[in-house]
């Protein structure tokens, strides 16, 4: 079966495909511009009631929610192209953990400054200066307890490539192109270098070629 | 192995807590209050670095963030207690829509809601009526996807309860106690419903009791 992902412009979008692509899954996908109000949609809120993407179709299965979808696949195709879970059940506890330090604590203020910066005028957002400020203050918090973490290990869950570290691609490729705050990375060695890894991927570097970010 | 779960009073930690209570887990708790600059502590930040509740030890291993905690147990323990996944793949991935959408879209405005009544005075925020109501309004909108949901099957991901309900719990029991905005779950009919079935389970009845929220 191919999987559908709808969206594939957007960054939420990016993140189950890069876990395809890792998990050697075929997919396609379809186009929707939720700038142009096509979230809103009768048949697109049948698929997703909240209007957000991604969402996917594998057969008769819909699922959506981007941290979601990348679990069950992951999960799914165990066997299959990337080990995205560890090994062991502690390691998964220690993805399950770093995935939901993504969720709540890193994408926040990026997604917030994405929106400020890159996405304001799509989003009819008039970019406030201190809201900027706060959020980017914000996120150099977070990124100095990474900057610790990654001390101490190669990759955020352990010394593995895993769908913690996979789930940062979208938004964290936008703070290097686009937001205009690569320091923040970049004065961290330890981030920096963590970084470069995860998005020198081949799985990263296809998907950001087949579909470039919208700017 | 006992699991150790820090700040029981909280609710957060009460989403571990009665995960727990469900599997059949041994389990002892360590005091802690946030309210009192505690999560600052150096001992604390070596155990979660954010400064955030909760944090389980369980042996030697540490684990942080509720949704993580919920998810590894439920797995490791899988054959004890309740079964919280569901019993295929498909259905799991389900009940991990359901926990997304409990986190991105039930926790910002119930949380907030909570922050500007139950406890604005412990955070020294002082209640806006507008924040209030724009989160109220929020609120109520993801609640009509839920009655919608919940008028086709008993529990958000399907007729099994899971951790996708489970994780409503501790935020949830505010709307219902201290928060004052009790119409919004009344009003909708499956809503209400499956609230009274989730709230009555003896593992949140246990829990209540055992460490009664603050207010």
Known sequence: MVVKVYGPAFASSKRVIVC???????????????????GRSPDYLKLQPFGLLPVIRDGDYTLYESRAIIRYYAEKYK???TELFGNTMEEKGKVEQWLEVEAHNFHPPIYTLVAHTVFSSKLGITPDQN????NEAKLGKVLDIYEERLSTSKYLAGDFFSLADLSHLPFGHYLINGVGKEYLIRDRKHVSAWWDVISNRPSWKKVIQLFPPPT
Chains 1, 2 share one sequence.
């Open 20 to 38: 395809l692509v890792e998990k050697e899954i075929k997919f396609e996908v379809v186009d929707i511009d939720i700038f142009k109000g096509e």
């Open 79 to 81: 066997s299959q192209g």
């Open 131 to 134: 809201v900027i400020q706060e």
